[in-house]
């Protein structure tokens, strides 16, 4: 409870009666009621969207049967999740899902902050908007196409990566079916695809460091290299902490969309994924339960990495965590 | 007052109950009240790269008038897999349509789930489309656990692909047709490196084929490849023959078939890309002019549309269908073949809403012939002319034919009423003459590939499937075989052979076999 206080215009003071806190933030709604409007968008779509078919996850501790509804199915405990962990391959998916997941923060997150800092740093505009917008293009191509593209830049009869090889007198590669080529084909598209849309949030944190600051370094004599070592990466730092963490989230999410495009059997070992299991396995074979599980699975794994990741970005360098 | 408002409260709830039971007797009675009655049907569309049907399609008029139902229409994905989902999805939300396309081992899922309705007392209401569409093995197709679940009617006419090899290739070499994998291997040999086109360089592979494997029929690698298993008897994932019933990788011959495979891709006879290819990329690489061999399907390689870009690209050019290719021990199929057809079930949700009556009215309807003409061809003099032979053709209707650009999507639905009749094969597959002035039928060819050696594989579709990480075990380990990832020897096959029986193969081979000889399938 707290005291409010007005000072009228001839210095008297009145005090009004106590405010209960549901007061206040009745008040504080009326006030500001605008942006209260605003902010009920996001809202009801989090709530529609997000939290109301978290009751559905219960479906991953029963053994469903659509007939019989959410509640009519009988329950089966940790089977589903039993199921899961047991099955034949759930060691190779969890490593390749891991696998691609990190490699693509190794490989995406530096281009991507490289990319952005490039973009900043040009000083001519004409230029600049090229980059950016050629850099942005592909993350607007489905997968689909872009495995037309990839086809024909990788295809081991007439890829023009495989003609070149030829030219300098080497054997051509089976990149989309060779186990020791397919990651790194997975890794750098995705690199290719989403980098430049990946550079938009560190573009945005360029813009708001004081200009002043650079040109009290120039004054000083500090180069590109300096300027950028102590100003500009110092200053987004705590943004790619948000995304790093942001992306430690979602680490069991390896992206299925791409995998499932580019994959085919002879890499199997090395290519499926959870998310792709869980299509085979779940929804082709009519396993919502299971599907559930493994939904569930990742989505609590993911969120205490996340809460772990933030601990220790908190304790090592305080106002760096995401909360 | 206070009574005033009691009696108020008492009123709206009294008003409230008896408005509720009204909507509940509106939606269950609906079917024979005079209201039309909403049917929503999911279908495969007919031209899956042409749009969905227009809303200006006379056939929506004629059912409301005629049989008092609102028709809703739904085209399918294309892609079998994600038709799958989409069906199975809409399952878990006990939310499918009230007719809808499925394949039969999706059926089985919603079978076990309670999700369809039975159909067995149906058949007596569409007596002609019963007639000509639901023989005794269709019924058979859709029985499951005695009771059967849905309308299955012919679909693509079997035996449809052939043998195809490049004839100006051969003429050009001086080769003859092969008939034997030895002969075989020298003429994929000769197009791989003796430039059969003449054009200097070295672009030429001998077979050409992608992968198109699944667990009923095809099995891995799969239908592209029959012809070189069918040298070596073992087309497509199960035997039906008595003496060797089960799934075919346990036969010596499919280590034989395996070998020979191997030794044509090792040596470079394959076009490369056949690992990577999808089915589009393998049709546009042989209107390129890429290989000279391979198993291709009558209309994709003789339809008007689908030969022209081949006959621009080489006036000159010209495929053949050759016998199939005899193996080591005498046997020689184009590859095995089961019945196809079009599963339409009903939901349970729909049964139970009493549309299915009305579902079986449409679907006699449809079979009649002012049904047939319409959802097979369009408008008569719009979409079609009939020719002197009572024979459905485009005429000079141009777009709006039922072949042309425009016209073409107000047949979406042809394949809820085609059953392969000599009418629909007839102008289906007209005879034309090419560009560089040749004369081509798909029906001639279909005509050709249906008469050369095929082995029967009838109840595939039927079959067991395996759990998805015993199905991902076989196929990747074939194609680790193919690709040369592992080594194909006898000592590596038989360790694939007992990892696979120790995951589920051999359950799975156990199930099939009970399930063949239960349903008098094995010959």
Not at chain 1, 159 to 170: A, F, P, Q, T, Y
């Amino acid at each position: 409870m707290t005291i409010d206080k007005k000072t009228t215009k001839n210095g008297s003071t009145v005090v009004n009666a106590p405010l209960t806190q549901k007061g206040r933030l009745g008040r504080e709604i009326k006030r500001h009621t605008s942006v209260y409007l605003l902010l009920l968008i996001p809202l009801i779509y989090y709530i529609i969207f997000k939290y109301v078919p978290i009751w559905n996850a219960q479906i991953a501790f029963k053994d469903f049967q659509a007939r019989k509804g959410v509640l009519g199915s009988a329950w089966v405990g940790l089977q589903n999740f039993s199921d899961f962990i047991n099955s034949f391959y759930f060691w190779e998916l969890l490593r390749n899902t891991v696998f691609y997941s990190i490699g693509k923060i190794i490989i995406s997150l530096p281009l991507s902050i490289i990319l952005a800092i490039a973009i900043y740093e040009c000083t001519r505009p004409v230029l600049r908007k090229i980059v950016q917008t050629l850099a942005y293009l592909p993350h607007f191509l489905s997968w689909v196409i872009m495995y037309g593209i990839l086809l024909s830049l990788l295809a081991p009869a007439d890829g023009v990566l495989n003609d070149l090889i030829r030219l300098m007198g080497g054997t051509p590669i089976d990149f989309l079916s060779s186990v020791n080529a397919f990651p790194w084909v997975v890794l750098v598209s995705d690199a290719w695809k989403e980098m430049g849309w990946s550079a938009i949030i560190f573009i945005a944190a360029l813009m708001g460091i004081d200009v002043s600051l650079f040109e009290a370094a120039m004054v000083e004599g500090a180069n590109s290299w300096q300027r950028i070592k102590y100003i500009t990466l110092p200053a987004i730092r705590p943004v790619i902490v948000t995304v790093l963490l942001l992306k430690i989230g979602t680490i069991l999410d390896a992206g299925f969309d791409q995998i499932y495009m580019l994959y085919s059997q002879p890499v199997y070992s090395v290519a499926d994924i959870i998310d792709t299991w869980v299509y085979r396995q779940g929804l082709l074979q009519f396993q919502f339960g299971l599907a559930t599980a493994v939904g569930l699975f990742k989505g609590v794994f993911g969120m205490i990495l996340m809460l772990v990741s933030n601990k220790l970005v908190s304790r090592m360098n305080e106002g760096s965590s995401i909360f | 007052m206070k009574k005033l408002l009691v009696a108020l409260l008492a009123l709206a709830l009294l008003a409230s109950s008896v408005f509720a039971n009204g909507a509940a007797e509106k939606s269950s009675a609906s079917a024979s009240s005079d209201e039309p009655v909403t049917i929503e049907v999911w279908y495969g569309a007919a031209i899956t790269e042409a749009g969905p049907i227009p809303e200006d399609w006379v056939g929506y008029d004629i059912v409301r008038e005629k049989l008092n139902i609102n028709l809703e229409l739904t085209a399918l994905p294309s892609n079998e897999n994600d038709q799958d989902v989409r069906i199975q999805a809409a399952g878990a939300a006990n939310d499918l349509p009230d007719l809808f396309m499925v394949r039969r081992p999706v059926l089985a899922n919603l079978v076990a789930q309670g999700l369809v309705a039975p159909v067995d007392d149906y058949y007596a209401l569409m007596p002609h489309r019963t007639e000509i569409m639901y023989d005794e093995n269709a019924i058979r197709m859709t029985t499951i656990d005695g009771e059967n679940w849905g309308f299955a009617s012919p679909g693509a006419v079997v035996r449809n692909e052939g043998i195809l090899v490049r004839k100006d290739w051969l003429d050009n070499l001086g080769l003859e047709v092969p008939t034997t994998t030895e002969e075989l291997r020298a003429v994929l040999r000769a197009f791989t490196f003796d430039d059969p086109d003449g054009n200097g360089r070295d672009d030429t592979w001998g077979y050409g084929a992608f992968v198109e494997s699944d667990m009923n029929i095809n099995g891995y690698p799969g239908s592209r490849f029959f012809p070189l298993l069918g040298a070596f008897d073992v087309p497509g994932l199960w035997s039906f023959d008595s003496d060797h019933l089960g799934l075919n990788v346990y036969r010596p011959e499919f280590y034989d078939a395996m070998v020979y495979i191997r030794s044509l891709i090792a040596e470079g006879l394959v076009d490369p890309n056949w690992l990577s290819y999808r089915k589009d990329d393998f049709r546009a690489a042989w209107k390129q002019g890429r290989f000279g061999v391979m198993k291709e399907q009558n209309a994709a390689f003789a339809g008007e549309a689908n030969y022209a870009p081949f006959d621009a690209n080489f006036p000159d050019g010209e495929w053949i269908v050759i016998d199939a290719i005899e193996g080591p021990e005498g046997y020689a199929e184009v590859g095995a073949y089961d019945q196809n057809y079009r599963i339409f079930a009903i939901s349970q949700k729909a049964a139970d809403e009493g549309k299915a009556e009305k579902i079986c009215e449409l679907l006699e309807w449809m079979s009649s012939d002012e049904g047939y003409l319409l959802c097979g061809w369009g408008v008569e003099g719009v979409n079609y002319v009939l020719d002197e032979n009572g024979i459905p053709s485009a005429g000079d209707l141009g777009d709006m034919a039922f072949s042309g650009t425009q016209g073409q999507v107000y047949t979406q639905l042809r394949n809820m009423v085609f059953y392969n009749s000599d009418t629909e094969l007839a102008s289906r597959y007209p005879t034309y003459v090419t560009e560089s002035g040749k004369t081509m039928s798909a029906l001639t060819t279909l005509r050709e590939m249906q008469s050369k050696n095929w082995i029967p594989a009838i109840g595939s579709g039927m079959m067991p499937t395996p759990n998805a990480d015993v199905f991902r075990y076989f196929e990747q380990s074939l194609a680790e075989f193919l690709s040369g990832q592992r080594e194909l020897t006898p000592e590596n096959w038989q360790a694939f052979l007992d990892q696979f029986n120790k995951i589920g193969g051999q359950a799975w081979n156990e199930a099939g076999i009970a399930y063949a000889q239960e349903n008098g399938l094995a010959y």
